[in-house]
């Protein structure tokens, strides 16, 4: 019998989403009335639920409803997946970050996501590959300190972490945001992500003030320990009709020290196209990648290297390999806290092959937090193997890495792991809370967490043995010399979101 998929809810990409589930043997179902009334849930193996702008809380609502009438036992144990289209970015982070109620943790397997997530994994930061000798570093220049912009710019500081910040901790990637109220802005801004900001660089430019620098930030703890963070920031009050943000981008096109990329994120995609044929003809010369919100159609690009985002109407992967990949890094993860912590021998042991029935178990019963966290690894793995020499083409011909290269890639990943719970709001310790955790590590190191103060938020060469008296370097070091592993059972998996 095939399977069978409910489109419940008005859907932009329905047409989109049929296709890809009729490609795949399902029968599709669609009901535009967001009610779960006179629906026999156990009838389906798949759900997508999405509802109009402001109306996320009628989706999270049916969820309760919908766990207490699917019988898992009539589905022989298998939950049911449900794709989840939100809105709202606060809404979606509260989800990927905390539990539903027991019922729905049980029985179903939820998906959230919003557009924005799904736009932003068209924008590739390196595309030239960043290795431990590239002198040059990110750029990305965000014109707009919208919703749209700040998710552009909340997705960049997840994923754009690189070798040679370990060898030069100059080489930060830089986040310029420009706006014509880019200080009054960035306060709420700041204020949303503070405990990130507190332990960032970053200033307030007016290019019209005699001083333009009208505020520099540094680390709460810069000059007591190692920099870690390596994601500077800038906000600069202008637009890009002015003559000093021209000239900067004209220079920074130029600049053989930065791999640029611009992004128009204005909610008004016909200002996006009128600022995107004023910006300076350096940016078409060096072909620096440009991206463009608009909820137009346009099908050719009036600039080379341009790039147009703001579609509803398809990007969805169904299979979502995002997904897919990250049950291979949690697998990974847990198969190295039992065979390098529980069963420590004095010789770092690696897993050889994934056992899927395994992965799925473990997934199953794993939290939303740590869900998000392998999900913000799996995306950075095409990044990290490209900083190595390995490109996606040439995933399923490699078995091993170098083991210095599995070594830069494990401070690597440190680095993109502090971002993400600075991200979710944790913070590091005090001297003196860290002190006092030394003191009974096995006690007060998840007391303090529970706290969202987390003892390993420091730099790589920093982390102290944790509970088991073992270095928490390991689970780096493990992950990364199986990253091979993960890329060649992940072969073909492309695109997709969580």
Same mark, same amino acid.
């Given at each position: 019998?095939?399977?069978?998929?409910?489109?419940?809810?008005?859907?932009?990409?329905?047409?989109?989403?049929?296709?890809?589930?009729?490609?795949?043997?399902?029968?599709?179902?669609?009901?535009?009335?967001?009610?779960?009334?006179?629906?026999?849930?156990?009838?389906?193996?798949?759900?997508?639920?999405?509802?109009?702008?402001?109306?996320?809380?009628? /989706?999270?609502?049916?969820?309760?409803?919908?766990?207490?009438?699917?019988?898992?036992?009539?589905?022989?144990?298998?939950?049911?997946?449900?794709?989840?289209?939100?809105?709202?970015?606060?809404?979606?982070?509260? /989800?990927?970050?905390?539990?539903?109620?027991?019922?729905?943790?049980?029985? %179903?397997?939820?998906?959230?996501?919003?557009?924005?997530?799904?736009?932003?994994?068209?924008?590739?930061?390196?595309?030239?590959? %960043?290795?431990?000798?590239?002198?040059?570093?990110?750029?990305?220049?965000?014109?707009?300190?919208?919703?749209?912009?700040?998710?552009?710019?909340?997705?960049?500081?997840?994923?754009?972490?690189?070798?040679?910040?370990?060898? $030069?901790?100059?080489?930060?990637?830089?986040?310029? *945001?420009?706006?014509? $109220?880019?200080?009054?802005?960035?306060?709420?801004?700041?204020?949303?992500?503070?405990?990130?900001?507190?332990?960032?660089?970053?200033?307030?430019?007016?290019?019209?003030?005699?001083?333009?620098?009208?505020?520099?930030?540094?680390?709460?703890?810069?000059?007591?320990?190692?920099?870690?963070?390596?994601?500077?920031?800038?906000?600069?009050?202008?637009?890009?009709?002015?003559?000093?943000?021209?000239?900067?981008?004209?220079?920074?096109?130029?600049?053989?020290?930065?791999?640029?990329?611009?992004?128009?994120?204005?909610?008004?995609?016909?200002? @996006?196209?009128?600022?995107?044929?004023? /910006?300076?003809?350096?940016?078409?010369?060096?072909?620096?990648? *440009?991206?463009?919100?608009?909820?137009? @159609? !346009?099908?050719?690009?009036?600039?080379?290297?341009?790039?147009?985002?703001?579609?509803?109407?398809?990007?969805?992967?169904?299979?979502?390999?995002?997904?897919?990949?990250?049950?291979?890094? @949690?697998?990974?993860?847990?198969?190295?806290?039992?065979?390098?912590?529980?069963?420590?021998?004095?010789?770092?042991?690696?897993?050889?092959?994934?056992?899927?029935?395994?992965?799925?178990?473990?997934?199953?019963?794993?939290? @939303?937090?740590?869900?998000?966290?392998? %999900?913000?690894?799996?995306?950075?793995?095409?990044?990290?193997?490209?900083?190595?020499? !390995?490109?996606?083409?040439?995933?399923?011909?490699?078995?091993?890495?170098?083991?210095?290269?599995?070594?830069?890639?494990?401070?690597?990943?440190?680095?993109?792991?502090?971002?993400?719970?600075?991200?979710?709001?944790?913070?590091?310790?005090?001297?003196?809370?860290?002190?006092?955790?030394?003191?009974?590590?096995?006690?007060?190191?998840?007391?303090?967490?529970?706290?969202? %103060?987390?003892? $390993?938020?420091?730099?790589?060469?920093?982390?102290?043995?944790?509970?088991?008296?073992?270095?928490?370097?390991?689970?780096?070091?493990? /992950?990364?010399?199986?990253?091979?592993?993960?890329?060649?059972?992940?072969?073909?998996?492309?695109?997709?979101?969580?």
């Amino acid at each position: 019998m095939a399977q069978k998929v409910l489109l419940l809810g008005k859907n932009p990409m329905a047409d989109d989403l049929v296709r890809q589930y009729e490609a795949k043997g399902f029968a599709v179902e669609k009901e535009s009335d967001l009610s779960t009334e006179g629906i026999a849930i156990n009838d389906y193996d798949e759900l997508f639920l999405s509802a109009e702008p402001g109306e996320d809380h009628r /989706l999270i609502a049916l969820l309760p409803a919908l766990a207490k009438d699917y019988d898992i036992q009539m589905h022989h144990g298998k939950r049911l997946t449900c794709h989840l289209l939100l809105h709202d970015s606060s809404v979606l982070q509260r /989800l990927q970050t905390s539990d539903p109620c027991d019922e729905v943790r049980q029985k %179903i397997d939820v998906y959230p996501f919003t557009l924005y997530e799904l736009w932003n994994q068209a924008i590739v930061l390196d595309y030239e590959p %960043i290795t431990i000798q590239s002198e040059r570093h990110v750029h990305l220049v965000i014109f707009g300190l919208t919703e749209i912009g700040e998710r552009v710019a909340i997705h960049a500081a997840n994923v754009a972490h690189y070798p040679n910040y370990i060898r $030069d901790h100059s080489l930060r990637t830089r986040i310029t *945001i420009i706006d014509n $109220d880019a200080i009054q802005k960035s306060k709420q801004f700041v204020s949303r992500y503070q405990t990130l900001f507190d332990n960032s660089y970053y200033r307030m430019v007016n290019p019209l003030e005699e001083k333009a620098v009208v505020s520099f930030h540094r680390p709460m703890y810069e000059g007591r320990r190692e920099d870690f963070v390596d994601v500077e920031w800038e906000f600069v009050e202008a637009d890009c009709w002015s003559s000093a943000v021209r000239d900067k981008l004209a220079l920074w096109a130029e600049d053989k020290t930065q791999l640029l990329t611009i992004v128009l994120a204005d909610k008004d995609g016909e200002r @996006n196209i009128a600022e995107a044929v004023y /910006l300076p003809d350096e940016l078409t010369k060096h072909a620096t990648p *440009i991206y463009l919100y608009t909820r137009q @159609n !346009i099908k050719s690009a009036f600039r080379q290297s341009i790039h147009f985002f703001g579609m509803d109407n398809g990007g969805y992967d169904i299979c979502q390999p995002l997904v897919s990949m990250a049950k291979k890094v @949690n697998y990974i993860y847990e198969r190295c806290y039992h065979d390098n912590i529980e069963r420590w021998n004095g010789v770092l042991r690696h897993t050889v092959e994934i056992d899927y029935g395994e992965a799925e178990r473990l997934w199953a019963d794993l939290p @939303n937090v740590r869900r998000m966290s392998s %999900i913000c690894n799996a995306m950075t793995i095409p990044s990290k193997m490209r900083s190595v020499g !390995i490109a996606e083409t040439e995933w399923d011909k490699f078995y091993d890495i170098a083991e210095h290269d599995i070594e830069i890639l494990s401070q690597v990943e440190h680095n993109r792991w502090c971002m993400e719970k600075l991200i979710i709001g944790f913070r590091p310790c005090t001297d003196d809370e860290q002190d006092a955790i030394a003191s009974d590590v096995k006690t007060l190191k998840e007391l303090y967490k529970a706290r969202k %103060i987390h003892y $390993d938020l420091c730099a790589y060469h920093e982390l102290r043995p944790d509970g088991t008296g073992k270095s928490v370097q390991i689970y780096d070091a493990c /992950l990364c010399s199986c990253l091979p592993l993960i890329a060649k059972e992940s072969s073909g998996e492309k695109g997709g979101l969580a």
